[in-house]
């Protein structure tokens, strides 16, 4: 069965560096998503990506955010200079568009982030 | 008001057990919703969508009422590996996708 796979497992960076996150989505999906989820928490939307380009962002996904699907199968998550409290886990999803807003979407595995 | 609430339990239940969840959203334009199921740590799973019909898969029944902006699962005959924590999202106008805090369920022997 195809799966979303997500790289680093587990990222530790000082706090101002830059990581980038890696999702290698479902090959035939369309619509791909970030998330996160602070431990204890709720999962919180992130972003949505279609088309080459970001088609909802929260609050969250502020300037020091950025996405990118610089080839055929990759979709990134950039952060420019981490904060602690972007220690979290983040989720990679995609979906086809089969069915529109009635899709399922499937998530990767996730990259614990960690900020020292 | 929460876009999206769920009771946080932890609902503790001996095998065999029925348990019912509940959950509310707040935005009258929703368009989808979902259950997910999300053991320790992992990623959240698809356990069913949910459609205004109510539907069924094995032990698991949905249901949506969009007057009242409710959505429920219900769980027959509870089995160990049923322990996890339960999702309820719904996707509002434009695709954002709203998750629920959760509902922990821990299924006894």
């Known amino acids: 069965e195809p799966e979303v796979t997500q790289t680093p497992s587990h990222q530790v960076t000082q706090m101002g560096q830059e990581v980038i996150l890696r999702c290698v989505p479902i090959s035939n999906h369309l619509y791909f998503y970030w998330y996160r989820q602070i431990l204890g928490q709720k999962v919180e939307f992130l972003v949505s990506f279609y088309n080459n380009e970001i088609s909802e962002k929260s609050e969250i996904f502020d300037d020091q955010f950025s996405v990118e699907r610089p080839d055929g199968s990759n979709f990134t998550l950039k952060i420019r200079s981490t904060k602690l409290e972007d220690s979290a886990m983040y989720f990679c999803?995609?979906?086809?568009?089969?069915?529109?807003?009635?899709?399922?979407?499937?998530f990767g595995p996730g990259t614990r982030l960690t900020v020292l | 008001r929460k876009e999206v609430e769920q009771d946080p339990g932890p609902f503790n239940v001996p095998e065999g057990a029925t348990v019912a969840f509940n959950c509310t959203y707040s935005?009258?334009?929703?368009?989808?919703f979902f259950w997910y199921r999300q053991d320790c740590r992992k990623e959240p799973k698809l356990l069913m969508s949910v459609y205004s019909s109510g539907n069924e898969d094995g032990r698991f029944t949905a249901q949506l009422n969009r007057a009242s902006q409710y959505i429920s699962l219900l769980i027959r005959d509870s089995k160990l590996s049923d322990s996890a924590t339960y999702l309820c999202v719904v996707i509002n106008p434009g695709f954002k996708t709203i998750f629920g805090a959760g509902t922990r369920l821990f299924v006894k022997a």
């Open positions: 999803a995609s979906r086809d568009d089969q069915q529109g807003h009635l899709d399922t979407q499937y």
């Open positions: 935005n009258s334009a929703s368009q989808s």
